[in-house]
């Protein structure tokens, strides 16, 4: 008898709290990215999310106590993002648009660090939470980036200052490869130009992660965001019909920026560079390389030509310390011709990594490849001009920075921020060609 009378407690407890989570119509979603906490932590849905009139509200709100074991001194220092998605929402959802209101604010007053704490937005997760990861915040970026088990690649950015305190309305729209967001203040008419846009193509993979997946909303829990609160509503989500899915058009020249990357200290900022620290000027100046079979090297004028057999792909690789953090590589191509600029990493286990610059993938776009020539990530719009020179810059710092940069014009750059060479243990840098011209690398800098 006694034993049934603790199961009727237990259920007077703990059923009404299960039954408000379903009856709100929200449940947890899994994250890929579980933050920097000693212990795994698994969130529960009552403890960082309750529904008002409408209104999905959200804290982490774990404490001191929480945080006092975990390295003191970091304020960034936290279990990760904590995602809810609406039960009535598909679970596959590939192409759509996602239309809600954000706020936040923090009932005592930040006094460190950052304008103000990231928004989070994953869609096309899989049942680990991998797939695509927006984030709006900190020095006010907004960034998109693809996540999974092996890391992250950016894939979008944009900036928009914070709106602390009012309603702001976010809009994303995915259709196939094409991803756009769009941010604007909730009172005042939607804005033309979208807010940043992403082209990451999986179509040549056979792999089916991040082509569709669940969606949800919710924010990163830190030690220095701990007492911030999270306020959505009036979210939405339509399902776009293959008609308006095809339809969708990426980097609309009117609207598009001239070239994507941001003008302040953060991670995509502008890399000054100087003349080749090392000239090529003979094929042997390049030491030690390993070149692919179709890969013709000449001397040039004051500088070595790379050209292709076969017209396909051709690389010259040349071994740098994988501790650089700096590599720099000045080239240019005739007009039939693109050069290509890569990075090839190798972890103690063997693994190979490469991804690599290519500015002919699509017209006016550069792309970042990612791991595999199958997979494009990161592409933008962005200006070719042949016969002239570029630097290619690769520079690790907590983001790696990935830039070209057109010597006669510093305007006209393609910049954005990746990771890819954590704890290598060797490192290649890439001088490649596409096409059936020749590509002239006069030199670089390693430091």
Known sequence: MRTTWRIWIIAIFFVPACLRASDAGWSLAPAADHG??????????????????????????????????????????????VWASKTDWPKDAANFELVFDYKWFQEEPMTKFGDFPDLRVGFRLDKDGAGYDLQWGMLGQIRLTRKDKDGSVAVAHGTLPGMKGKWARVKIRAAGPILKIKIWNAEKPEPET????????????????????????????????????YEYKDASLTVLTPEQAAAEVSFDAKTAPA????????DTSPIKTAEPAVAFKDPKDLGEVQADANAKL??????????????????????????????????????????????????????????????????????????????????????????????????????????????????????????????????????????????????????
């Open 36 to 81: 920097y906490a000693k212990e795994p932590y698994a969130p529960a849905f009552e403890k960082h999310f309750k529904l008002e009139n409408g209104v999905l509200r959200g804290t982490a709100g774990l404490g001191d106590e929480f945080y006092k074991e975990m390295e003191a001194h970091n304020v960034f220092v936290g279990p990760g993002v």
């Open 194 to 229: 979208w807010s940043a846009e992403g082209y990451d193509d999986w179509s040549g993979a056979k792999e089916p992660s991040f082509k569709s997946g669940a969606v949800a909303l919710g924010f990163c829990a830190r030690k220095l965001f701990d007492t911030c609160v």
């Open 259 to 266: 070239y994507i990357g941001l003008a302040n200290n953060s």
């Open 298 to 447: 000449a001397a040039g004028d004051g500088a070595v030509t790379i050209a292709s057999a076969d017209g396909k792909t051709a690389f010259v690789w040349r071994k740098v310390n994988p501790k650089a953090k700096y590599v720099c590589a000045r080239m240019k191509s005739a007009t039939n011709a693109f050069p290509l600029f890569a990075v090839k990493t190798k972890s103690a286990n063997g693994k190979e990594t490469i991804a690599c610059l290519d500015p002919a993938w699509r017209k006016d776009l550069v792309a970042l490849w990612w791991q595999s020539p199958a997979h494009t990530a990161a592409a933008f719009r962005w200006t070719w001009k042949p016969e002239a020179w570029h630097d290619f810059v690769v520079e690790n710092a907590h983001w790696q920075k990935w830039q070209i940069l057109d010597t006669t014009d510093p305007k006209n750059r393609a910049a954005y921020a990746a990771k890819l060479t954590g704890g290598a243990e060797e490192m290649w840098i890439g001088f490649g060609v596409q096409g059936a011209g020749l590509v002239s690398v006069q030199g670089m800098t390693e430091k």
